[in-house]
Structure formats: C-alpha cells, structure tokens
C-alpha cells in the first residue's frame, strides 16, 4: 500500500483468550477481542496490559475491534469508568480510541453506555466505526 494506512511493523504484547494486544510502533495499540467467554479477571488483565503498553510505549490511541467480543457486565463497566479510565488518561499518553461496533447488540448497548459515562469523566476522545479501515484511517488523522 503506497498510503501506508498500516503500518508495516507489528508486535503481539500480549495475549489471553479473551484479547490480543498488539503495538504498531510510533500509531496506535490494537485490542482484538475474541469470541471467548467474558471472565472479569481475564476482561481486567486484558485492560491492565493495555495500560502498562501505554505507559511504555507512549502512545495515546487504541483500537478496540468489539466485532466479536462478548458483552461487558456491569459491574465490568463501573470498573472501566471509575478506576481503570481514569487511571490510563492520568497515567499515560491515552487520549484516542476508535472501536470497532460489535456484531452482538448487548455489547454495542453495553459500549455504548460505557462510553457516556467515561466522556463525562476524563478527556478520552473516542469514535465508533463498522471497520477497520475506517477506525484507523481516524486514529492516524487524529
């Protein structure tokens, strides 16, 4: 690809059943959930690598591919807005997210939510989109 929209070098940084992290040096971090029965502590180990990445890496934006990841239970969701979010924005670089909408509908009400209540508590920019061409062309841009 001549417009380079990905980038060429890539890096598996982690790996459990429910996601892959894998870190585009110098553009963004990816999180490629899988279809995989939605455990908290496997859910919160997920995002706890996603946070030390960022941290070591330096880099502010992430794209979350929820095609085909499980729902978020609630009390999941309360975690992510009132510990884990805060956290990665003052912790960290994060400032982008784009999110590939999930395939389920529970997940993209679920997300959905999840997102009203982090835009109201941190300065975390995030977008939806039906591909990943699109979520990455917007992370690139941003």
Known sequence: MDNQLYP???SLYFHNHLANIIEYPDCYVQVEWQPAPM?????????EQLLQLLQESKLSKVLSDHQMMPAIMPPDRDW???DWAPRAVQHSSYRYCAIINSHDVYNRLGTTELVQRIRGSVALHVSHFQDHESAARWLLSS
């Open 8 to 10: 060429r070098q890539q």
């Open 39 to 47: 455990y908290s502590s496997s859910l919160r180990e997920v995002y």
């Open 80 to 82: 992510l807005v009132t």
